[in-house]
């Protein structure tokens, strides 16, 4: 079973920074591929960040200059830093997870959620 567990939203200030963080538990295979997405208030999810089994890694254009993506595959955590955080960064942010599973198949996965606000 597949779990991700996200952790690090807050309520911060325009300009600041938040380091948020996801857990993966079960099967590597079937956590190969994590990213992170958002959906903010009225809005559709979106992609933010991209880190592939492989080693690559990609970031939406909207944010590149401002957020990176990173894991720790050894202890299977992914990460997203923000920095110069604006208020339509407001969302809440999920770790996703896709890879192979035990029938072979590719599966898809959610966290929770984890909220950032931006304030003023």
């Known amino acids: 079973q597949v779990r991700l567990v996200e952790s690090g939203g807050n309520l911060v200030h325009t300009g600041g920074s938040l380091r948020l963080s996801c857990a993966a538990s079960g099967r590597d295979s079937s956590t190969a591929d994590m990213a992170w997405y958002r959906r903010a208030p009225g809005k559709e999810r979106e992609v933010v960040a991209e880190a592939a089994g492989d080693g690559r890694t990609t970031v939406a254009s909207s944010v590149q200059d401002r957020f990176a993506i990173s894991r720790d595959y050894k202890n299977k955590l992914l990460f997203l830093q923000m920095n110069n955080l604006k208020f339509e960064d407001t969302a809440v942010y999920y770790c996703?997870?896709?890879?192979?599973?035990?029938?072979?198949?590719?599966?898809?996965?959610w966290g929770q959620g984890t909220q950032v606000t931006v304030s003023s």
């Open positions: 996703h997870a896709a890879g192979r599973g035990e029938d072979g198949l590719r599966h898809s996965y």
